[in-house]
């Protein structure tokens, strides 16, 4: 329960951007301050000298009720003139940054210039924004997804903004991954949580990242061992990623490109998977 004077019920929600900050956003509305999300930040980047990390910035945007729903990304209402003014200097401006949003990546930037860890920094910036639920990095150590096409290794925004997720995805790689930990928080919330949820987000670079963490496998293990419930939400549905290049990435990558193909990525580790009625025939298998 999240009202009454009672502990709100805690809930671990491992998270990408656009899925996991929607699915979030309906968690906190039930749990409130119960909520811990553990988001992606392998497809973190360096923009303009900032440090720019897409997947909090949109689950932390989103659960201050400040996000921009035409885009999905960013901030409602904001403007691009730093953006204009970057590509008058022969910037290149594929990766849009608005230009109140840039002040989150400037602070984000400098406190970790002065030495504070990335868990302390992204939690004094959802402090200031007033929300109830926690959001935690999967580990303050540098991670970066890269996807290999036919063209060679790219950067993943080079291949999600830059080429619109165009290519064909042959391997993906998570740079960095080897020195990764869970943080101390990350694991003091999967210890203590009653339920732990996989958000409607893609299994192959926004999940995967987090579960590839060396010792998180462990985590979510011990937790089962304890009873703790771990579920899984479909991002496909019909066929079809909710956003995102998920289906197609699926496909490229040797796995069927259905609510199915997701559920067998998780065996294993989950208690129970939730598909759309749609996908009710696939329900048995």
Excluded at 85 to 92: P, S
Aim: include cysteine; glycine fraction near 12%.
């Amino acid at each position: 329960m999240a009202d009454g004077g009672l502990e709100p019920t805690r809930v671990v929600e491992l998270a990408g951007g656009v899925g996991g900050a929607k699915l979030a956003e309906g968690l906190q509305a039930i749990v409130g301050r119960g909520l811990t999300v553990i988001v992606n930040t392998a497809d973190d980047t360096e923009r303009h000298g900032l440090l720019v990390c897409p997947d909090h910035d949109t689950v932390l945007y989103t659960l201050a009720g400040l996000e921009n729903p035409e885009l999905g990304w960013g901030l409602a209402g904001d403007t691009w003139a730093t953006m204009a003014a970057l590509e008058r200097y022969g910037e290149e401006g594929w990766f849009r940054l608005g230009d109140r949003d840039l002040a989150t990546h400037i602070v984000r930037t400098e406190r970790l210039r002065h030495g504070q860890r990335l868990t302390d920094v992204l939690g004094q910036l959802q402090g200031s924004l007033g929300i109830a639920a926690t959001i935690l990095p999967m580990t303050d150590a540098p991670v970066r997804t890269r996807v290999r096409t036919d063209d060679g290794w790219l950067a993943f925004q080079d291949y999600f903004v830059r080429l619109r997720q165009d290519p064909e995805v042959r391997e993906v790689a998570f740079a960095g991954i080897e020195a990764a930990r869970p943080t101390a928080e990350v694991t003091a919330a999967i210890e203590a949580a009653e339920v732990i949820v996989i958000a409607p987000s893609n299994p192959i670079v926004s999940v995967g990242p987090i579960l590839a963490v060396p010792g998180m496998a462990e985590l979510l293990a011990a937790a089962r061992r304890r009873g703790t419930a771990i579920v899984a939400v479909s991002g496909i549905i019909g066929g079809r990623a909710l956003k995102g290049p998920a289906d197609r990435m699926l496909a490229s990558l040797g796995h069927e490109p259905t609510a199915l193909g997701v559920a067998r990525g998780y065996a294993g580790l989950i208690d129970a998977f939730i598909l759309d009625t749609v996908d009710g025939d696939l329900a048995p298998a």
